[in-house]
Structures are given as C-alpha cells and as structure tokens.
C-alpha cells in the first residue's frame, strides 16, 4: 500500500463531499463574496486548480530532473495572483471550473499513487533559504486543499 493513501483518501472523500455543494452555489454567492486576499470562490477554487496543476508538475519534474530541482515557483512574488487573473476565473464557467478541479485533484491522487518511492527525497528549491523535498511536497498538498475549502466554507456562510 501506497503511503500516501490516508491523505489521498482524503482528498478523494473532500472531492465527493464538495462537487456537489459546488455546483450547487448561486451566482451571487461564487462571485460576489471575498475572502481575506480578496478573492472570490470562483478565484479559491481556481487558485486550487492552479495548485493542483503546479504540484503535478512538481512530483513529475522530482521524479526524473536533477537534484535539487529548480523551476519557477508560481506562489511567490504575487506570481498565484497572476495566475488567477491572466486565467480569468472570475468569468469562467462555474460548471467546467467545478469539474476541471475535481478532475486535475483526482489526477494528482493517481500521480500520487504511482510515484517512485525511491525519489521521496529529492528535492525541489522552494526559495533562496528553502528546499522542499517530494515527500515533503505530498504530505503538505492536503493541507493546502483543507486551508483553501475553509475559506469557501467561510464565503458560504457569510450571508
């Protein structure tokens, strides 16, 4: 069994928990209600799509490039804020978003599921001062997934 299976089953349980409550927002409530950085639930659940995607590159690049590893790190300098305007979330189609970021998360998990246990170690340079290793890398990504659902919780219920 995978090791990462306990967080995995996590995400996969989040997945089925949230795309229905999802889908079933208002308008008014995706759009319009910001969260501490400003940002609607339209934007969080791109920015977690974008997270997704960047983690997915991460675990793949850790798996065969040099050691450590360097690429750009999109969530410094303002960089996860570019993402999420130069990508228009704002505007982009609710239902697509929605399956768009059940589907890269269910990808990421079989990604997950199938990375060379022997490269857990190798790490990627996160900033000047700061390695991150993949291990480090699959372990902190559920965090970042929670943290992003609480503030949609938050939106929610902020009537």
């Known amino acids: 069994m995978n090791q ?23 308008e008014e409530v995706i759009s319009s209600r910001k969260n501490s950085q400003n940002r609607s639930i339209r934007q969080i659940l ?9 983690n997915i590159h991460r675990i793949v690049h850790l ?4 050691n450590p590893c360097s690429f750009p790190n999109y969530a410094t300098e303002g ?6 305007v130069l990508q228009d979330y704002q ?22 599921r199938n990375v060379d246990q022997s490269k857990l170690e190798n790490q990627w340079i996160s900033s ?3 390695l991150i290793s993949l291990r480090e890398n699959i372990e902190s990504y559920p965090q ?9 919780e938050e939106l929610i219920n902020n009537k």
Do not use: C, M
């Open 91 to 112: 505007h982009e189609e609710w239902h697509n978003l929605v399956k768009l970021w059940r589907y890269i998360n269910l990808h990421l998990v079989h990604i997950i």
């Open 63 to 66: 798996q065969y490039r040099e």
């Open 46 to 54: 791109g920015h977690l799509v974008d997270s997704a995607s960047n």
């Open 4 to 26: 990462f299976e306990a967080p995995n089953q996590s995400i996969l349980h989040l997945l089925e928990a949230w795309e229905p409550r999802l889908l079933a927002l208002s």
């Open 128 to 130: 000047d001062t700061k």
């Open 144 to 152: 970042h997934f929670n943290l992003h659902l609480a503030e949609i």
């Open 79 to 84: 960089n996860n804020d570019r993402w999420i």
